[in-house]
């Protein structure tokens, strides 16, 4: 074995221009894998995050329409007991209105909050352009795009008309800015104590909404099954995002389905590189290989030299691999910019994945070096040394 | 005395359409701690018997017997390890393996048995690398030496492994007289002090004069057999 090992050596050591041109051979492949995989990954987690990542993944509702939940801090706390991923739980109280200021309208989402909480969610502290989160009753935070539409400034008031025809006069306490039109549009941010009192509603929320660890968001729905079961409530709906999410998903899984196919592509065709090169070497080395033979080096140990080879190649390559596919990487999200200056798909190394496409390269390796270990190991001495 | 290696009606034909019969019904037996010298025309079949008994050919028919045991019912295993432990082979056209210094090369049929080499091994081959007049170039490259000098580093390296049995093909075809008479005396020394049992094959007749026997191969056959008293 240890001899097997040094002979490989050497052998690799006395032809040292092939040796780096198989590893670099190797190393662009593997990153060329490490590249496209990172990217596919790196797009779909800004896919992901930017479609749920500031949003309610599980949500529990009353299974009625309209119903609201009572009890609502006994329930939390029974959803969070289950020992689940769930990282950030908070009740909201949402309530359709009518925004009024300075003779426009417009209809609004009045959705109250419990900051602390929420804050999880939402990461409001990221998010407030201006002012702060509603403390008191009748203070809102609004959207830029609400603030941009009536010239709205901290301190001014807005009328809120709820469906019953009743207004209620708020002060605006904070503006925020969610990067998405839709929300900076409609939403109407305060307290739910505040919403309770704006709306007229007991100690009620009508959801509870709930965020899963980050390496779990795949498994929203089992979660969210196990939540179903241990509620036992028939009075409950509970809701997850990739119900709701369906062609995300599948986009998603088309995405993975092609870089897979790539990946595995390109090993092939490493793995067919490096078989002949390994092939041509056991050739240039048949003279040594018979030499050894007639001094008797078993056949077992002849083939051992060509795995040890692979295995050599197959480590060097990969850590070259990772090396440049990393690099490569780092430098696409350096240049390729969107117009605001930040990278069009923002970093991702997933050392797991890194790992695992260097391990496969090393056991590809392996693989293509089994041809000329056994030629190897088939090798007659007499034909080496009957000729000259 | 007992015999370290018979051959019985050994016969080796080349080709299956053509055939050329190289050897022809061969028997020979060769006592434990004998010095034998082979000679014959180039082309007698020398160098094809010597891989025969050496386990590296295999004869068309007859059988090869090393200590007393045939060697055709010796698994593929087994024969390396006869190669390796009891058999040194100088070949005709010496075959070092150029990726390694002189001194590893001579240190390699040790290392294929043991692994790794001690301090005492390393000693031992510097020593065996002096007999031969090589101690100045034990570090060059295999490749960076002349002929006679690789050849001799041959010579080293079969003796490594203290073997029963030395194999030696024209082992001093590319040496001066001088040369060829240190490699003879060395090898008749090892020869007398640890019995190990020679076969050289040598066109030189001077040389051939000097071993126990000399036998003459003509044509494939044994045309000339002479033991000295
Ligand atoms: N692979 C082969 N196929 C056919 N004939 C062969 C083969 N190898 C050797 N021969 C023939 O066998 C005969 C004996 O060859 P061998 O090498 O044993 O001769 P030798 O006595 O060692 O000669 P030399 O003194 O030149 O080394 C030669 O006539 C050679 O042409
Ligand atoms: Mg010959």
Redesign the interface.
């Known amino acids: 074995?240890?001899?097997s090992f040094s002979?490989a050596l050497?052998?690799l050591?006395?032809n040292v221009l092939q040796t780096i041109i198989i590893i670099l051979g190797i190393g662009i492949g593997v990153s060329v894998q490490i590249f496209i995989g990172s990217l596919i990954q790196g797009l779909q987690n800004s896919l992901v995050n930017s479609t749920i990542g500031n949003s309610s993944q599980i949500t529990i509702t009353a299974s009625a329409d309209n119903e609201l939940l009572e009890d609502y801090t006994t329930l939390m706390q029974k959803a969070i007991d289950g020992g689940d991923s769930i990282i950030n739980i908070s009740p909201v109280l949402d309530n359709p209105a009518f925004l009024e200021s300075g003779g426009a309208s417009q209809s609004v989402v009045v959705r109250g909050f419990d900051r602390q909480k929420a804050e999880g969610i939402y990461k409001f502290s990221e998010y407030i352009t201006e002012g702060a989160f509603p403390m008191n009753n009748g203070e809102v935070m609004l959207g830029t795009a609400i603030k941009d539409k009536y010239g709205l400034k901290i301190d001014d008031t807005i009328s809120l008309i709820t469906a019953d025809k009743r207004t209620v006069v708020c002060r605006v306490s904070g503006f925020f800015d969610f990067k998405v039109a839709a929300l900076n549009g409609s939403w109407c941010v305060t307290t739910i104590a505040s919403a309770q009192e704006i709306f007229s509603i007991g100690d009620k929320v009508s959801a509870i909404e709930m965020q899963v660890a980050s390496s779990e968001i795949f498994n929203a729905d089992i979660i969210a099954e196990n939540l179903r079961e241990r509620l036992d409530n028939q009075g409950l709906r509970i809701t997850d995002w990739k119900g709701q999410n369906e062609q995300l998903l599948s986009g998603l899984q088309g995405q993975s389905i092609s870089s897979l196919m790539i990946q595995v592509f390109v090993m092939i065709s490493v793995v067919l590189g490096i078989a002949s090169v390994l092939a041509i070497t056991v050739m240039q080395k048949s003279?040594?290989i018979g030499?050894?033979?007639?001094?008797?080096?078993?056949?077992r140990?002849a083939s051992l030299i060509f795995l040890s080879e692979g295995l050599m190649l197959g480590v060097f390559g990969a850590l070259a691999g990772i090396a440049i596919g990393i690099g490569l990487s780092a430098s696409f999200t350096a240049f390729a910019l969107n117009p605001d200056g930040t990278p069009v798909i923002a970093l991702y190394i997933n050392s797991s994945f890194i790992m695992v496409s260097g391990l496969i390269a090393v056991l590809a390796c392996l693989i293509a070096a089994m041809i000329p270990a056994r030629r190897s190991s088939k090798l007659d001495?007499?034909d080496i040394?009957?000729n000259? | 005395m007992n015999n370290i290696l018979e051959l019985k009606n050994i016969n080796k034909i080349y080709g299956s359409t053509i055939k050329t019969q190289v050897l022809n019904n061969i028997n020979l037996s060769f006592e434990s701690g004998s010095f034998n010298s082979i000679i014959g025309q180039s082309g007698s079949g020398k160098s094809t018997l010597l891989n025969i008994m050496g386990t590296l050919d295999k004869p068309s028919s007859g059988e090869v017997i090393i200590n007393g045991i045939n060697i055709a019912r010796m698994t593929k295993n087994r024969l390396s390890e006869i190669r390796n432990k009891s058999i040194g082979f100088v070949f005709q056209f010496h075959y070092l393996l150029p990726e390694f210094t002189a001194l590893e090369n001579v240190l390699l049929p040790y290392r294929i048995e043991n692994g790794a080499v001690t301090k005492e091994m390393r000693e031992k081959a510097v020593e065996y690398m002096r007999l031969v007049g090589l101690e100045k170039v034990i570090n060059n490259n295999s490749t960076k030496m002349s002929g006679g000098q690789q050849q001799r580093t041959a010579i080293a390296r079969a003796l490594i492994n203290n073997p029963q049995i030395i194999l030696a093909d024209e082992p001093t075809g590319n040496l001066d007289s001088n040369s060829t008479e240190t490699i003879y005396n060395l090898l008749r020394d090892i020869n007398e002090r640890y019995g190990t049992t020679f076969i050289i094959i040598t066109h030189d007749r001077h040389i051939a004069e000097k071993a126990d026997r000399i036998i003459e191969i003509t044509d494939g056959k044994i045309n000339l057999d002479i033991k000295k008293q």
């Open positions: 074995m240890k001899l002979i050497r052998f050591r006395s003279r040594q030499i050894l033979k007639a001094m008797g080096i078993k056949s140990q001495p007499i040394i009957r000259n």
